[in-house]
């Protein structure tokens, strides 16, 4: 009787060690931080923007202990909330690197940056880094395409990014020429030899 009882006792405590192990390093992100009170913090200037992984050392990044699952970059994505956005998508890109990423951190950098959404005296940095992170694209993931809700319709990313470029003032390097194919459709492509 006393040795089923010690062996008990002994289970219970290894179950409660490893879920108290497992409980500071949850890998999913928990659905209950409140998104709307997110506030961004220039931690660095290279945040976001491949190969950086400084975002996930910003105190502010509710989402630097873990990787999310991937319906829940969209689910943050649908909210419309450029910081929560911004956070999602730069720790996917420094937990695995994507052009589609790198793309939408990017994108919610500019519209952080264009709806100013920061400290005044940070949103110059916040351009210079979406300029950055939409170059980044074409420099380190030209060819990536993210996909339609169908999961199965891709576009590519690389003529949205050029496009970003140029409306945020910036000439995109990279020897890049829109071209338009038999249907009408606008499509980058890259030129033989140095841009400069």
Same mark, same amino acid.
């Given at each position: ?6 062996s008990? %006792? #002994? ?15 949850d ?13 961004? /913090? ?8 491949? +190969? ?8 502010n ?7 999310? =699952? ?30 589609e ?9 500019? =519209? ?28 380190? %993931? +030209? ?5 339609? +809700?169908? $999961?199965?319709?891709?576009? +590519?990313?690389? #003529? ?6 140029l ?6 390097? $990279?020897?890049?020429?829109? #071209?338009?194919?038999? /249907?009408?459709?606008? #499509? ?9």
């Amino acid at each position: 009787m006393v040795s089923k009882t010690l062996s008990h %006792f #002994i289970w219970l405590i290894c179950l409660l060690l490893a879920l108290v192990s497992c409980a500071e390093n949850d890998p999913v992100y928990r659905y209950g931080f409140n998104l709307t009170d997110l506030e961004f /913090n220039l931690h660095t200037a290279d945040m976001g923007i491949h +190969p950086d992984q400084t975002v996930l050392e910003d105190p502010n990044n509710p989402f630097k202990w873990g990787s999310m =699952e991937q319906n829940t970059k969209w689910d943050i994505e649908n909210t419309g909330r450029s910081v929560a956005r911004f956070y999602s998508w730069a720790t996917m890109l420094a937990r695995e690197p994507a052009g589609e990423h790198q793309y939408y951190a990017a994108k919610a950098l500019s =519209e952080i940056w264009q709806t100013q959404q920061a400290d005044d005296v940070y949103l110059p940095f916040i351009k210079t880094m979406a300029i950055r992170g939409y170059q980044a694209l074409l420099d380190h %993931f +030209p060819y990536s395409v993210s996909y339609l +809700p169908d $999961g199965i319709t891709s576009f +590519p990313l690389n #003529i949205l990014a050029y496009d970003a470029l140029l409306e945020l003032g910036e000439t995109p390097s $990279g020897n890049w020429y829109v #071209i338009t194919d038999e /249907n009408g459709k606008r #499509i980058l492509v890259q030129g033989e030899g140095d841009d400069s």
